[in-house]
């Protein structure tokens, strides 16, 4: 039996790819660290395609276990809203800060006070500009009127 070949390949293409394989690395595969509804249904899908004919799932446990993946979506959910409230929260504390005396402890220790003149939300926690000195939001112990 003869097989022909379905494309060619010409010999420079062969002979610079000679020494390299499909991959150039191998690959890695990384486990996954949470259970989420994917997971949770295709763990669901192993279980309704296993079982036994004569002896099916329990239709309550069944509800119950559905019951509990509408939950955890929806705490998940829950969560996240909550971590960006948080997030704005904080960011809108830093803006209130902008004009305002405050005072931090900087790398010394030493106690310093002064005005607040910008703020820079590049990073997960603000940063307030004093002077110039660039401080984390909650590394910020007071703040008091500007005197006028």
Do not use: C, H, W
């Amino acid at each position: 039996m003869t097989v022909d070949a379905v494309g060619s390949v010409s010999t420079a293409a062969a002979d610079s790819s000679a020494g390299a394989s499909l991959y150039s690395t191998t690959p890695v595969r990384t486990p996954k660290q949470t259970l989420d509804s994917e997971t949770f249904m295709s763990l669901l899908v192993a279980q309704l395609r296993n079982q036994d004919p004569s002896s099916p799932m329990d239709t309550n446990q069944m509800i119950s276990q559905t019951t509990q993946l509408a939950m955890m979506e929806k705490l998940t959910a829950l969560s996240t809203t909550a971590d960006e409230n948080f997030s704005l929260q904080m960011r809108t504390a830093a803006a209130a800060l902008v004009g305002q005396n405050v005072t931090y402890t900087d790398a010394t220790g030493a106690s310093v006070t002064g005005i607040a003149s910008a703020v820079s939300y590049a990073g997960s926690v603000p940063q307030v500009t004093v002077g110039t000195a660039s401080v984390a939001l909650d590394a910020i112990s007071g703040v008091t009127a500007p005197t006028g």
